[in-house]
């Protein structure tokens, strides 16, 4: 879909389909985007920012229904992650999952075609959706004429001299309150960084004008009918094959204990790295693959009668819990890697990827024993989001910091330099080790948290960090 069709098709229904509060929110929000992010770390100012851009186009949305608001609520809680966590990697995973799930929800995308279109739609819709913003702004102005404009600008001089009169009456009264004011105020308004701000309006306008033209665009995708179909003969012989290769595969894992210590130990010159390598990348992209067979048989597997349907449904199943079995035998895998050499960020993404693969074939297997292919979309949708969010809370660095944490007190062990490398979110794992060991570990994150944010950039595990740190003894490391 190309960036031009949402916009032909939609800006004539623009105007009376989209509420005309939602322009002059979506200004503000960008204003509010350059006024307080450029100059300041990710944290309670992206994260208002954010939320406010999915609340204001969620309430303006022409249709929605209780998926959508689901994934709209789930959006909003995977954008509140700036103020959360101190993580750039996990921020921006957050963020790219919100922006995804909002793709969805505005499309209403119930098949998977739609949900494709959703997205496409969703990426092609970022270019044009300022220029939609303006153009409602343009209309909304013609419409109502420039009368309320001296009104406007009165009723903010009003409000600022009565605020020049109470906030400084207020601030003397409570010193907290002061303290607050002195935040809000603390903001460079000036001219410095003009291109940073205009970018940060700039995509501030394009999330929330492009999302709205999502949903003005939303329309139902009948599902397309396969081209070609395979007989019985053909699907039953090759998904067969496949599910005695899976099976003939798991026997020689259970051969060698499912893949235990035992046999890392007796094979000669193989190594827990060369171990986990050889077989965890391969078993992950056996699972990928699997899932593009599955659909693959669902959508050209020609199926006569109950008789071939039940046999259809048998062999994926089969598939589907080898595969299940197949990424057990790969998580055992990634866990003797750490307990020979550590958590990393790239380990604990594996375990969230082998986690989430698992889940889907999960929702397979339920669809399938229910004949709910229809909501199979809308469920690994569902499941995609508890995980994007369970990602989220379960604070990653601080888990990779813990790990590594229980690693030394049993073994000794302990990687400094990759500890000094986490973020703020790591301190409370890294407080657990020795004074002399955790000054030294968290370095870098003492020094990163000294100062403390201002209101726009504060952020709950750098203010955390910031007590927990501060008591470490000063050493030369």
Not at 22 to 33: D, E, H, N, V
């Given at each position: 879909?190309?960036?031009?069709?949402?916009?032909?098709?939609?800006?004539?229904?623009?105007?009376?389909?989209?509420?005309?509060?939602?322009?002059?929110?979506?200004?503000?929000?960008?204003?509010?985007?350059?006024?307080?992010?450029?100059?300041?770390?990710?944290?309670?100012?992206?994260?208002?920012?954010?939320?406010?851009?999915?609340?204001?186009?969620?309430?303006?949305?022409?249709?929605?229904?209780?998926?959508?608001?689901?994934?709209?609520?789930?959006?909003?809680?995977?954008?509140?992650?700036?103020?959360?966590?101190?993580?750039?990697?996990?921020?921006?995973?957050?963020?790219?999952?919100?922006?995804?799930?909002?793709?969805?929800?505005?499309?209403?995308?119930?098949?998977?075609?739609?949900?494709?279109?959703?997205?496409?739609?969703?990426?092609?819709?970022?270019?044009?959706?300022?220029?939609?913003?303006?153009?409602?702004?343009?209309?909304?102005?013609?419409?109502?004429?420039?009368?309320?404009?001296?009104?406007?600008?009165?009723?903010?001089?009003?409000?600022?001299?009565?605020?020049?009169?109470?906030?400084?009456?207020?601030?003397?009264?409570?010193?907290?309150?002061?303290?607050?004011?002195?935040?809000?105020?603390?903001?460079?308004?000036?001219?410095?960084?003009?291109?940073?701000?205009?970018?940060?309006?700039?995509?501030?306008?394009?999330?929330?004008?492009?999302?709205?033209?999502?949903?003005?665009?939303?329309?139902?995708?009948?599902?397309?009918?396969?081209?070609?179909?395979?007989?019985?003969?053909?699907?039953?012989?090759?998904?067969?094959?496949?599910?005695?290769?899976?099976?003939?595969?798991?026997?020689?894992?259970?051969?060698?204990?499912?893949?235990?210590?035992?046999?890392?130990?007796?094979?000669?010159?193989?190594?827990?790295?060369?171990?986990?390598?050889?077989?965890?990348?391969?078993?992950?992209?056996?699972?990928?693959?699997?899932?593009?067979?599955?659909?693959?048989?669902?959508?050209?597997?020609?199926?006569?009668?109950?008789?071939?349907?039940?046999?259809?449904?048998?062999?994926?199943?089969?598939?589907?819990?080898?595969?299940?079995?197949?990424?057990?035998?790969?998580?055992?895998?990634?866990?003797?890697?750490?307990?020979?050499?550590?958590?990393?960020?790239?380990?604990?993404?594996?375990?969230?990827?082998?986690?989430?693969?698992?889940?889907?074939?999960?929702?397979?297997?339920?669809?399938?024993?229910?004949?709910?292919?229809?909501?199979?979309?809308?469920?690994?949708?569902?499941?995609?989001?508890?995980?994007?969010?369970?990602?989220?809370?379960?604070?990653?660095?601080?888990?990779?910091?813990?790990?590594?944490?229980?690693?030394?007190?049993?073994?000794?062990?302990l990687d400094m330099r990759y500890l000094d490398t986490l973020s703020a979110d790591a301190a409370p794992a890294i407080v657990r080790l020795p004074p002399r060991l955790a000054a030294c570990?968290?370095?870098?994150?003492?020094?990163?948290?000294?100062?403390?944010?201002?209101?726009?950039?504060?952020?709950?595990?750098?203010?955390?960090?910031?007590?927990?740190?501060?008591?470490?003894?000063?050493?030369?490391?």
């Amino acid at each position: 879909m190309s960036a031009q069709e949402p916009i032909a098709r939609a800006w004539p229904r623009a105007a009376a389909a989209v509420p005309a509060w939602f322009a002059p929110s979506a200004l503000g929000l960008a204003a509010a985007a350059a006024l307080a992010l450029p100059g300041h770390r990710a944290g309670l100012g992206l994260a208002l920012v954010g939320i406010g851009l999915l609340a204001a186009v969620a309430a303006a949305a022409p249709q929605r229904d209780g998926f959508a608001v689901a994934c709209w609520l789930a959006a909003a809680a995977l954008a509140a992650m700036p103020a959360l966590r101190d993580a750039g990697w996990v921020v921006v995973l957050s963020l790219l999952a919100a922006l995804a799930l909002a793709a969805v929800a505005a499309a209403g995308a119930r098949t998977w075609r739609e949900l494709g279109a959703g997205l496409a739609a969703a990426a092609a819709a970022l270019v044009p959706g300022p220029v939609l913003v303006l153009v409602l702004l343009a209309r909304r102005a013609g419409t109502r004429g420039w009368g309320w404009l001296a009104p406007t600008a009165r009723g903010a001089l009003l409000a600022a001299l009565l605020l020049a009169v109470f906030v400084p009456l207020l601030g003397a009264a409570d010193a907290a309150f002061a303290a607050l004011v002195d935040d809000a105020l603390a903001w460079d308004l000036g001219l410095d960084r003009p291109v940073a701000r205009a970018g940060a309006a700039l995509v501030a306008l394009a999330v929330g004008g492009g999302l709205m033209l999502v949903a003005l665009h939303r329309r139902p995708r009948p599902p397309r009918p396969a081209v070609a179909r395979l007989g019985r003969t053909e699907w039953a012989i090759a998904l067969g094959a496949l599910d005695l290769t899976f099976a003939a595969f798991l026997a020689v894992q259970l051969a060698t204990r499912f893949g235990g210590h035992e046999h890392v130990l007796e094979t000669a010159g193989l190594t827990y790295a060369e171990y986990a390598r050889r077989g965890f990348f391969e078993l992950e992209i056996v699972a990928a693959l699997t899932l593009v067979v599955v659909a693959g048989a669902a959508r050209w597997a020609r199926r006569v009668g109950p008789a071939d349907d039940r046999l259809a449904r048998a062999l994926l199943g089969v598939l589907c819990v080898l595969t299940l079995i197949m990424l057990a035998s790969a998580l055992r895998r990634l866990g003797l890697y750490e307990e020979a050499y550590g958590a990393t960020r790239l380990r604990m993404i594996s375990h969230v990827q082998l986690l989430w693969l698992a889940a889907v074939f999960v929702a397979l297997l339920v669809a399938g024993a229910a004949r709910e292919g229809g909501r199979l979309p809308r469920a690994v949708v569902a499941v995609s989001a508890a995980a994007a969010l369970a990602f989220g809370a379960s604070d990653p660095d601080r888990r990779i910091a813990e790990r590594n944490v229980e690693r030394h007190a049993r073994t000794g062990d302990l990687d400094m330099r990759y500890l000094d490398t986490l973020s703020a979110d790591a301190a409370p794992a890294i407080v657990r080790l020795p004074p002399r060991l955790a000054a030294c570990a968290a370095q870098r994150i003492r020094s990163s948290v000294a100062e403390p944010d201002a209101l726009a950039a504060a952020n709950y595990a750098r203010s955390r960090a910031r007590e927990l740190l501060t008591p470490l003894p000063s050493v030369a490391c």
